[in-house]
């Protein structure tokens, strides 16, 4: 068979890109495996871009380690691919640098739960304010199928092939409990409503957590499936007006695939707005 050039694949990568939101796609060819959840949550973040017109150069997308720590690879902006848990502190850093940017942290589950579960507390706490994206497909997709900090009590996995021995993390309630001021769920098979929970997670002031339920279909083959995700996720069916901790909570109680928007504070300031605040006190 003939060789395609990378001259030709260059001029077509860059008519597809010409295509509305696709213009937030880099010439990168996808290293992800056929059918991976990540490639929904890409588009749903293109396309969220592009309906916020947001420019090309005004995007920072951070990642950690994992097969999400490719992402900002897949992402025609500036980006970084810092250390395994630290799409947090970097996302923190570079948005108290530059608040005209917006910026967006990834990470997965073992990357942001895991070794860098010590970064969430503080971030919310100070509501600083960017984007959080959980992909939460609950397992080490990049190292082979490991249990992580969400997969569920009892599954088999690479780690744990008689089960998994340990309690996992809701993490919805952790986000709500460390104080994060918007918090929601999302679904990587539904990329036109989690566009839509993306662009009110990056028009919110203060920190958003998102957390993404998508599959890793390589390493598991029992729990987060597509087929028993599409069984399983719905929309919320508590009612959630304002920032009602209460309902929230129960929210991430009693219905972990339940996506939508769970929890908002619009009231409090952000962390910059904190600080504009105490400098002119003080
Ligand atoms: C300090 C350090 N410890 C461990 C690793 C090995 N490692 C790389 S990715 C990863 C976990 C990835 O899982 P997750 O964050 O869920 O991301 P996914 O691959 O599922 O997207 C681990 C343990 C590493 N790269 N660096
Ligand atoms: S190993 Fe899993 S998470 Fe990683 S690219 Fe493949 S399907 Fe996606
Ligand atoms: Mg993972």
């Known amino acids: 068979m003939e060789n395609i050039s990378s001259e030709y694949l260059d001029e077509k990568l860059e008519t597809v890109r010409n295509i509305d939101f696709l213009q937030y796609r880099s010439k990168e060819l996808p290293t992800w495996c056929p059918g991976c959840g990540y490639f929904g949550i890409v588009d749903a973040l293109y396309r969220a871009c592009r309906e916020l017109n947001l420019k090309n150069e005004d995007i920072v997308t951070v990642s950690g380690i994992g097969c999400s720590g490719r992402t900002p690879v897949f992402i025609n902006s500036y980006g970084f691919h810092t250390l395994h848990g630290r799409s947090i502190p970097v996302a923190s850093g570079l948005k108290l640098a530059r608040e005209d940017l917006t910026v967006f942290a990834v990470a997965g589950d073992g990357d942001a739960l895991g070794i860098g579960g010590g970064h969430l507390p503080h971030v919310a706490r100070k509501n600083i ?120 909570m129960r929210i991430a109680e009693d219905e972990p695939h339940g996506v939508g928007i769970i929890y908002q504070d619009k009231d409090r300031p952000h962390y910059q707005e904190i600080l504009r605040t105490i400098n002119k006190a003080g």
């Open 129 to 248: 304010n960017i984007t959080f994206l959980l992909f939460d497909n609950s397992i080490y997709g990049l190292t082979k199928g490991q249990s992580s900090s969400t997969t569920p009590y009892e599954m088999k996995t690479n780690s744990h092939p008689a089960g998994n021995p340990d309690t996992p993390l809701n993490p919805v309630r952790l986000a709500l409990s460390y104080g994060a001021s918007f918090v929601a769920r999302g679904y990587a098979g539904d990329p036109e409503g989690l566009k839509e929970i993306i662009k009110k997670a990056t028009l919110h002031q203060g920190f958003s957590f998102v957390q993404i339920l998508t599959p890793c279909v390589t390493f598991d083959k029992e729990n987060r499936t597509w087929k028993n995700l599409k069984l399983k996720v719905t929309g919320l069916k508590l009612c959630v007006e304002g920032k009602n901790m209460e309902t929230a």
